[in-house]
């Protein structure tokens, strides 16, 4: 029976590691731009402003939501390049 690997201490960075630093770090570049974009849609777009009350609402909680998603994966980066601290 083997041991799922978030289970095991963190060993050094090792080339199996590189893929998924490459995906979290295309990733996270995807997740600004989206973020940005609808930073500036809420900001500066009238259109915003002619949403109801309930959509306008749900798309300022799914920035927020977006923004603590963009967290996670710099938290996550952060354990792949400094494996040794948690």
């Known amino acids: 029976m083997s041991i799922p690997t978030w289970d095991v201490s963190p ?3 090792q080339e ?3 893929p998924l630093q490459s ?5 996270r570049l995807q997740l600004s ?3 940005e974009k609808l ?3 809420i900001t500066m777009n009238s259109e915003f402003k002619a949403l109801n009350y309930r959509h306008s609402r749900l798309l300022e909680e799914q920035l927020a939501s977006m923004q603590m998603y ?3 994966l710099v938290q996550r980066m952060a354990i792949l390049n400094n494996p040794n601290q948690n």
């Open 33 to 35: 731009e989206k973020i």
């Open 11 to 13: 060993e050094p960075k």
């Open 70 to 72: 963009e967290g996670v």
């Open 39 to 41: 930073k500036i849609f």
């Open 23 to 27: 995906n979290l770090h295309i990733e």
């Open 16 to 18: 199996a590691d590189l």
